[in-house]
């Protein structure tokens, strides 16, 4: 008889052991991030953001004299700003290059995605989303978060839209934007992302004041760029772009240089921030 409290105390814990590893854990815990109240923004974001394409858009004369003209090479459009040409922009036919398998061995993409901080209701804008490479990978990294997907070929918002609708992926917001602007309010993100787009704004000046508007006060800017210093890296001259190079782009609409990881294969990770 002296023997049963022993026997109820090791069922007792054999009961506490089975709850602990067999309990489903909160949906917080599987994606690594805080437990907290997220105010559900849907409803906003569904109403800023559109998908449907402004036909014949051309955008207004600049007022300003950043742009020139000048000897137009293979792979560039013959427009030049702050010294260097504007490189063409990669189209739509192009999704496949952006999904390849390979991407991850060349670019290292899951250790960007460590790099670029995100916090529970936040609201990061990824410009010149394309296929949504990194918009779907950042959404399901940070379902408390909101990825705002901007592109300004119809075609590439389309095939977004079909990925998120096919995954189940609600933190997506897809937005047609333009070339002289992402058409997003005033202090309305908290991070822009642009991953080896930057260098093909055929209005980059535009663009730049377009993002730095749309960033809260102390926001980021990651900038991504194949490093034009290393020759060994495998990509045409006018798809590379230098940190001097971007540092004084980013410098002319306001933008502070913050700190540069060249810890990725090929690109400069450049993080800029909005005083």
Not at 71 to 89: F, H, L, N, S
Not at 107 to 124: C, M, N, R, S, W
Not at 148 to 154: E, K, L, T
Request: hydrophobic share 35%; aromatic share 8%.
């Amino acid at each position: 008889m002296k023997k049963l409290p022993l026997i109820a105390i090791l069922i007792v814990a054999a009961s506490l052991i089975y709850w602990a590893f067999t309990r489903i854990p909160p949906k917080s815990e599987k994606s690594g991030e805080p437990e907290v109240e997220i105010e559900d923004s849907s409803e906003y974001w569904e109403s800023v953001t559109s998908v449907e394409q402004t036909p014949s858009y051309q955008p207004p004369p600049p007022e300003h004299n950043f742009y020139s003209d000048g000897p137009k090479t293979r792979d560039g459009i013959g427009k030049y700003y702050q010294g260097r040409e504007i490189a063409y922009v990669m189209g739509h036919p192009a999704i496949q290059w952006l999904e390849r398998p390979e991407r991850e061995k060349e670019e290292a993409p899951t250790k960007a995605l460590d790099l670029i901080k995100l916090a529970p209701g936040e609201v990061l804008a990824d410009i010149g989303a394309g296929s949504g490479y990194y918009s779907l990978r950042i959404a399901m990294t940070h379902p408390n978060s909101r990825v705002v997907s901007v592109d300004i070929q119809p075609e590439m918002i389309d095939f977004l839209k079909g990925r998120t609708d096919k995954l189940g992926i609600a933190n997506v917001s897809p937005h047609l934007g333009k070339i002289d602007g992402i058409g997003l309010p005033d202090e309305s993100i908290d991070a822009a992302l642009m991953i080896d787009a930057y260098h093909e704004f055929s209005h980059p000046y535009e663009m730049m004041k377009s993002i730095a508007s749309a960033l809260r006060p102390g926001g980021r800017v990651y900038l991504l760029e194949y490093r034009e210093e290393d020759p060994d890296v495998p990509i045409k001259p006018l798809h590379k772009m230098s940190q001097e190079q971007a540092k004084k782009e980013m410098a002319l609409v306001g933008l502070e240089w913050d700190t540069t990881i060249d810890d990725l294969p090929w690109q400069h990770f450049m993080v800029f921030k909005k005083p």
